[in-house]
Structure formats: structure tokens, C-alpha cells
């Protein structure tokens, strides 16, 4: 399924301004968001960069995933 470049672009400046918001409120989540979703990295990639551990990595992508989802998805 090809998604138009019209509707890619609405989401990927939707995405920025919601990373935006996270950085604000954690600097570290938005980090780990950055290196998976536009670095391809995993958890133990992010973790060696950022020098914690995996599980915290893990921990921290959970709760970004949740707290991008809601903001995300706020009417």
C-alpha cells in the first residue's frame, strides 16, 4: 500500500511537533524516539549511545510509544 507524499508529510511534521512537546517534558524518551524511528537503531544500539541499559531503554520507549500515541491522537 503506497500512502500519498501529501499525507506522509502531515504525519511526519505531526510527529516532529509532538517530539517537540516530548522533549520538553523528557528529554531522554525523545532521544530514544529519534534513534528508533528515524535512526533504525535498537535497544542495545541506543542503549551503548546513550550509556544505560537496555531494560531502561526498553522502559522508556513503552512510555514514549504510550505518551506519542495519546498526543497523537488527541481531537
Do not use: H
Amino acid at each position: 500500500m503506497q500512502i500519498p507524499v501529501e499525507e506522509r508529510a502531515g504525519s511526519i511534521l505531526a510527529l516532529d511537533e509532538v517530539l517537540e512537546r516530548l522533549e520538553k517534558f523528557d528529554e531522554t524518551q525523545a532521544r530514544i524516539v529519534e534513534m528508533r524511528f528515524f535512526g533504525g537503531m535498537n535497544n542495545g544500539e541506543i542503549a551503548d549511545s546513550l550509556d544505560i541499559s537496555e531494560r531502561t531503554v526498553g522502559r522508556e520507549w513503552e512510555s514514549a510509544r504510550l505518551w506519542l500515541y495519546r498526543e497523537l491522537n488527541k481531537k
